[in-house]
């Protein structure tokens, strides 16, 4: 009712204003902006200088290196990213009832997890069509809980153990977010099927210590809070370290390098191939994978979709083993 009686009052604010700023926001520049929209860079310019000045606030800081978000801007645009999302469930679901669906839009942020991956596909099998407008970002923590806070995703996929659970769980809050667990393992190691440790059916901690520890790298926020494995070189003695960007990249260290990693020892052997196996880790840890999503929001059909996905992924491979 509030959200009704603040356009009803602000004729001139309207929903493609609010698309405008968020495009700018994702380019960080007017320019590339208005080539993503299709528009003219000065229609972009006027349309974002009339939002502002209806809503007495300065959601650009200009230069002549682009835009920054002001925090006031911040703010507004996470309430502009959820009336967009709104709009957009509202339309996508009357006009699939009435037989002419929408192209669909569902983005999810989440740790590198090929489990993930694995009920991203499922969810595009399902409801893809012949167009859709799907983003699987696989990054680093903080910027999955931005990213859901800010509403460039509905969805972010990450997990809580003994050892960040205080902290993450803070931010969580502190960013109107609810964690929803999906699932807890025992700790386990990706190594190569190469590897000398692949034929112990349970691995030790002093057994990694000649191997290469494979881990995620953080930026501006490398501390074990946020590291994405459950423990991190404070825990155990790991000499050899290496810092990775991307899945395919500690993949292809694992094989090379004889390198290794900790996490919840589920794979996907359909996107990854046999090379990669897990062991489990002679510990008494545990983590506890989840989502997380914006509070008081209604989950879109493709975000519902999603997480029953993870579920039966997860399912599937307790029957394999």
Same mark, same amino acid.
């Given at each position: 009712?509030?959200?009704?009686?603040?356009?009803?009052?602000? =004729?001139?604010?309207?929903?493609?204003?609010?698309?405008?700023?968020?495009?700018?926001?994702?380019?960080?520049?007017?320019?590339?902006?208005?080539?993503?929209?299709? /528009?003219?860079?000065?229609?972009?310019? &006027?349309?974002?200088?009339?939002?502002?000045?209806?809503? !007495?606030?300065? +959601?650009?800081?200009?230069? *002549? =290196? !682009?835009?920054?978000?002001? *925090?006031?801007?911040?703010?507004?645009?996470? %309430?502009?990213?959820?009336?967009?999302?709104?709009?957009?469930?509202?339309?996508?679901?009357?006009?699939?009832?009435?037989?002419?669906?929408?192209?669909?839009?569902?983005? #999810?942020?989440?740790?590198?997890?090929?489990?993930?991956?694995?009920?991203?596909?499922?969810? #595009?099998?399902?409801? !893809?069509?012949?167009?859709?407008?799907?983003?699987?970002?696989?990054?680093?923590?903080?910027?999955?809980?931005?990213?859901?806070?800010?509403?460039?995703?509905?969805?972010?996929?990450? %997990?809580?153990?003994?050892?960040?659970?205080?902290? +993450?769980?803070?931010? +969580?809050?502190?960013?109107?977010? #609810?964690?929803?667990?999906?699932?807890?393992?025992?700790?386990?190691?990706?190594?190569?099927?190469? *590897?000398?440790?692949?034929?112990?059916?349970?691995?030790?901690?002093?057994?990694?210590?000649?191997?290469?520890?494979?881990?995620?790298?953080?930026?501006?926020?490398?501390?074990?809070?946020? &590291?994405?494995?459950?423990?991190?070189?404070?825990?155990?003695?790991?000499?050899?370290?290496?810092?990775?960007?991307?899945?395919?990249?500690?993949?292809?260290?694992?094989?090379?390098?004889?390198?290794?990693?900790?996490?919840?020892?589920? /794979?996907?052997?359909?996107? *990854?191939?046999?090379?990669?196996?897990?062991?489990?880790?002679?510990?008494?840890?545990?983590?506890?994978?989840?989502? #997380?999503?914006?509070? !008081?929001?209604?989950?879109?059909?493709? &975000?519902? &979709?999603?997480?029953?996905?993870?579920?039966?992924?997860?399912?599937?491979?307790?029957?394999?083993?």
């Amino acid at each position: 009712m509030v959200l009704f009686y603040s356009f009803r009052y602000h =004729k001139s604010m309207t929903l493609q204003q609010l698309k405008y700023a968020v495009a700018v926001a994702d380019a960080h520049n007017i320019t590339e902006a208005s080539r993503r929209l299709f /528009i003219s860079q000065p229609s972009l310019t &006027a349309a974002i200088r009339e939002l502002e000045a209806e809503m !007495g606030i300065t +959601i650009f800081s200009r230069s *002549n =290196k !682009g835009v920054s978000i002001t *925090n006031e801007g911040d703010e507004f645009l996470s %309430y502009a990213r959820q009336l967009i999302e709104q709009a957009n469930l509202l339309e996508d679901r009357y006009k699939a009832e009435n037989g002419n669906a929408g192209n669909p839009i569902f983005s #999810i942020s989440c740790q590198h997890y090929s489990f993930a991956v694995n009920a991203f596909v499922d969810v #595009i099998r399902k409801f !893809g069509g012949n167009e859709y407008n799907f983003t699987l970002r696989e990054t680093q923590t903080h910027e999955i809980i931005e990213d859901v806070a800010h509403l460039k995703s509905e969805i972010g996929v990450l %997990y809580l153990s003994s050892r960040n659970e205080n902290i +993450i769980s803070k931010l +969580i809050k502190k960013n109107n977010l #609810i964690f929803e667990p999906l699932f807890t393992a025992p700790l386990h190691v990706f190594i190569s099927k190469k *590897n000398p440790l692949a034929k112990k059916k349970k691995i030790h901690l002093t057994d990694l210590e000649p191997f290469p520890y494979l881990t995620y790298e953080q930026g501006d926020f490398n501390s074990f809070y946020y &590291a994405e494995e459950p423990l991190t070189e404070i825990d155990f003695d790991c000499p050899k370290n290496i810092q990775v960007r991307d899945r395919a990249t500690l993949f292809n260290l694992l094989i090379g390098l004889d390198g290794y990693t900790i996490c919840s020892g589920i /794979i996907s052997h359909e996107l *990854n191939g046999p090379e990669i196996i897990a062991r489990p880790l002679d510990c008494n840890e545990h983590m506890t994978v989840g989502i #997380i999503t914006k509070k !008081g929001m209604s989950l879109s059909r493709y &975000a519902c &979709a999603y997480i029953e996905a993870i579920r039966q992924v997860m399912e599937r491979s307790r029957l394999k083993t």
